[in-house]
């Protein structure tokens, strides 16, 4: 995987990661993998793909099991979505140069060579308003909603990695897309992209 340039995006909810995580990738002329890759992880172990495609939002450390025989067959199921996580995403960089939204994929690819980790942020004004007019939701109890949905991911990413949901050290780049934008932050990820070889 020398030769290939892998982006990783986390994301604060109602930043816009996801929007920025596409357009970038279709940007670059590369894939964009979030629930393509659940999807083929679901497959692989047969569990369902609505279980994967809440994984983050399910907590971590289920005390949940799966009848299913197999080699995960007395590991909690959000474990075994995540191990399936872990193989999709290493066989997903493996394959060439992508971007990668969640699922944890800067602390699974930590030891790969040419990963940029992108955490995308911005403050509470910014994200109520953009929820709002993504989602088409009323402004009641938004932030409250927001917040939540922040503790979520913050859990699952850290009960799977050793690094810190949103902290700087965990992330090559840290952007404010409340600040800059959505194209303001697609540009300073592709300058940090282009910028070195060895990311």
Known sequence: MDKHKIITI???????????????????????????????????????????????????????YTIAPGAFFDLPLSDKVYLAQCTAIREFAQQGSCVIFGCCANEILKNSPNVLNVFIYADIKSRKKRTIEEYHTHAEKIEEHI??????????????????????????????????????????????????ADV
Do not use: W
């Open 147 to 196: 917040l939540v949905e922040d503790k979520k991911q913050a859990a699952y990413f850290n009960y799977y990695s050793n690094m810190k949901f949103g902290r700087t050290e965990s992330y090559h780049l840290c952007i404010n897309s409340g600040y800059i934008g959505i194209n303001g932050t697609i540009e300073l990820i592709k300058t940090a992209y282009f910028a070195n």
């Open 10 to 64: 986390s994301r604060q909810s109602g930043s816009g990661g996801r929007e920025i995580g596409q357009k970038l990738a279709k940007q670059l002329h590369i894939p964009f993998y979030d629930k393509k890759l659940i999807g083929l992880a679901a497959k692989k172990i047969g569990i369902s793909k609505d279980f994967f495609e809440n994984a983050e939002n399910n907590g971590a450390g289920s005390v949940l």
